[in-house]
């Protein structure tokens, strides 16, 4: 069975900095894609950044482009997805979550993926 747990949110300064952890375990697929999403009250949600099992470039929105960066390390059965946030700013704040794919693709939409996270909490204040 996989699961994906987050962790890493909190509160911080603007300016300040996080690194949010994403544990997708029972993860045993060749091929994969794991990815961060945040949604802000009242708004869509939102695809920042997702990296995949070929790790050809991985992808940042133009919104976290500079600020935001991922990475992964592979064990046994588990893939942990790091996002490295810096120079967090208010409009930042969101419930933040990983999404995985059993399969080397894009994963910028909600249905491109096939396991949520239940989301961290980011705020940042000013």
């Known amino acids: 069975e996989v699961q994906v747990v987050e962790s890493g949110g909190g509160l911080v300064q603007t300016g300040g900095s996080l690194r949010l952890s994403c544990a997708a375990s029972g993860f045993t697929f060749d091929y994969w894609a794991i990815g961060w999403f945040r949604q802000a009250p009242g708004k869509e949600r939102e695809s920042l950044t997702h990296?995949?099992?070929?790790?050809?470039?991985?992808?940042?929105a133009d919104s976290v482009k500079g600020r935001f960066t991922i990475s992964s390390d592979n064990a046994k059965d588990t893939v942990t997805v790091y996002m490295q946030m810096n120079s967090l700013k208010p409009e930042d704040t969101a419930i933040y979550y990983c999404?995985?794919?059993?399969?080397?693709?894009?994963?910028?939409?909600?249905?491109?993926?096939?396991?949520w996270g239940q989301g961290t909490q980011v705020t940042v204040t000013s």
């Open positions: 999404a995985a794919a059993n399969m080397d693709r894009v994963i910028t939409a909600k249905n491109e993926c096939n396991y």
């Open positions: 990296i995949s099992s070929s790790r050809n470039s991985p992808y940042h």
